[in-house]
């Protein structure tokens, strides 16, 4: 079996590091500043860029402390941390898809030199430290999640993965049957890049999950992107499709996630949400792969 040689280099794009990891099936950047923002996932051999970005191009910013996601570079995907809806919380008012999306991340130097990407960030907000490491194997993109609480008391956190995709003519959405089950009639079953009329919007979860992957297979191409983790560590699954719906765009996003509400509060009171003991932590992997092998 052939092992695949990975590169790593940090460009310097729209005024922001942009760090590459990349091998001959597929190519990940990412941009530490912007909230550890991944702004391209490439699938080298099918020439497909998975990312979605505004028609007008990706323009990289900063944002201002408790900004609307909407004003955000929009750009591929983010992390949502420790809430998606804006909600109040213990006395915290936790912002527009939570605490982390918008702030710079650190990034470790020993780790990168080693050829993965180890990323961090201290929630202001929320007493929170959050860390993802993001590797290369062969044609899978391996993101591992380290949350530590700061609090002698447990808390609860909601985390979703919030990935913007865009969609090609002959995308279809690929699940397991039971996870289609949970979404019952509602879920788009055929190709999803005409699934919905356009000025629509929609997003669905599921909770609790028995299997937990998703992806988009393009029967035309060959093209695919699939999502893998472990139910036991997030049993959710939410999908949000905008066909010009939402602010005049459209593309589509699978999201692995704990919980089976978008705001924090609400997912508490429904008890599907994550947990983290006083001074502890808690870990988790996502595990996405472009292409087949």
Request: proline letters at 5%; a negative charge; glycine letters at 8%.
């Amino acid at each position: 079996m052939k092992v695949l040689a990975n590169h790593s280099e940090v460009r310097r794009e729209r005024g922001f590091d942009v760090y590459r990891l990349s091998n001959e099936k597929v190519e990940v950047a990412v941009v530490p500043e912007l909230g550890a923002k991944i702004i391209s996932v490439k699938d080298r051999r099918a020439n497909r860029e998975w990312m979605w970005h505004p028609p007008h191009g990706p323009v990289l910013f900063r944002n201002n402390p408790g900004d609307d996601f909407f004003r955000s570079p929009l750009v591929g995907m983010d992390e949502c941390l420790p809430t998606i809806e804006p909600c109040m919380w213990r006395g915290r008012k936790l912002p527009d898809h939570g605490e982390v999306w918008g702030v710079a991340w650190d990034v470790d130097a020993e780790a990168w030199q080693k050829g993965a990407l180890k990323t961090s960030v201290r929630l202001g907000i929320s007493p929170f430290d959050f860390e993802r490491t993001l590797e290369l194997d062969d044609n899978e993109i391996c993101l591992s999640y380290h949350l530590s609480n700061r609090n002698r008391t447990s808390e609860y956190f909601l985390w979703a993965m919030h990935p913007m995709l865009k969609l090609q003519q002959g995308d279809k959405l690929v699940l397991p049957s039971s996870t289609r089950k949970l979404f019952g009639e509602r879920t788009w079953v055929d190709a999803i890049d005409s699934a919905m009329p356009n000025g629509g919007c929609a997003k669905l979860v599921a909770c609790p999950l028995s299997e937990s992957r998703a992806g988009v297979h393009n029967e035309l191409t060959g093209a695919r992107i699939d999502f893998e983790w472990k139910a036991s560590e997030n049993n959710g699954l939410g999908l949000w499709l905008t066909r010009g719906g939402w602010h005049g765009y459209d593309h589509f996003a699978i999201e692995p996630t704990n919980a089976g509400a978008d705001a924090l509060v609400e997912a508490v009171s429904r008890k599907r949400c994550g947990a983290v003991e006083g001074n502890s932590f808690v870990s988790w992997q996502i595990h996405l792969r472009v292409g087949s092998h």
